[in-house]
């Protein structure tokens, strides 16, 4: 159980394009979604931690404006990376955390890698 | 806010010894810390993860043991095998109450290679 999918997998996008991405709890309901980034030999950074139904909280350093999270349903969290630039290739991982109480195990999706031409 | 020290950075064992990657947190408040796995081009695998309530926890291979006066703990992975080779974080967490919301801190990574 706890699978976690993203989807796509791999996207190539012109710079200046909008390039979404989904991530879907498929066998429990995610009431906190987290989306990282990651660079080559690096560790993962926290974007942002999305909760069910109200507005994302973003790491500080984040573009809100670059990087628009909707969590509209326990199962599913979206990023759309707005106006794509080359410095926004990237792997970008979701997770998502059980709402029940006491159950701090993130789950997280296999990634999604961006590249920006 | 919290911060997570690992180490070391690339760990290079012959098959069948024992590997041990250890961290250290910054702020007391955390009380969860995971351990994941991630192999190359995926997302990160949670292999053990262990509570402030405990000292120690094992899974087959994996054992993770935590010092909270001190501030750290650490991976333990025995008889150690070709598969294990991936880059492992070790990361905390002040939970999934409040206002964190289970937003966890993770280490620098580290990359086992274990050799045949």
């Known amino acids: 159980g706890a699978v976690v999918s993203q989807h796509p997998s791999r996207v190539i996008c012109k710079s200046g394009t909008s390039v979404k991405i989904e991530c879907r709890s498929l066998?429990?309901?995610?009431?906190?979604m987290f989306w990282y980034r990651q660079f080559p030999k690096q560790s993962l950074m926290l974007m942002a931690t999305?909760?069910?139904?109200?507005?994302?909280?973003?790491e500080q350093g984040v573009e809100k404006d670059k990087f628009l999270i909707n969590h509209a349903s326990l199962t599913l969290s979206t990023l759309t990376v707005t106006s794509a630039h080359p410095e926004d290739s990237s792997f970008y991982i979701c997770?998502?955390?059980?709402?029940?109480?006491?159950?701090?195990?993130?789950?997280f999706g296999p990634g999604t890698r961006l590249t920006v031409l | 806010g919290e911060n997570v020290e690992q180490h070391p950075s690339t760990l290079s064992v012959q098959e069948g010894d024992s590997a041990v990657i250890k961290c250290t947190y910054s702020?007391?408040?955390?009380?969860?810390f995971p351990w994941y796995k991630q192999e190359l081009g995926k997302g990160p695998q949670l292999i053990i993860d262990?509570?402030?309530?405990?000292g120690e926890k094992k899974d087959q291979r994996i054992a993770v043991t935590l010092n909270k006066t001190a501030k750290h703990f650490s991976l333990h992975i025995t008889e150690t095998q070709p598969e294990d080779s991936a880059v492992y974080f070790c990361?905390?967490?002040?939970?999934?109450?409040?206002?964190?919301?289970?937003?966890?801190?993770f280490g620098q990574g580290t990359i086992l290679t274990v050799h045949p």
């Open positions: 702020d007391s408040a955390s009380n969860y």
């Open positions: 990361a905390a967490s002040m939970g999934a109450g409040g206002t964190s919301y289970g937003k966890l801190t």
């Open positions: 066998d429990f309901q995610a009431t906190t």
């Open positions: 999305s909760n069910e139904g109200s507005k994302a909280t973003y």
């Open positions: 997770s998502g955390l059980a709402g029940r109480l006491g159950t701090d195990t993130q789950y």
């Open positions: 262990i509570r402030s309530n405990v």
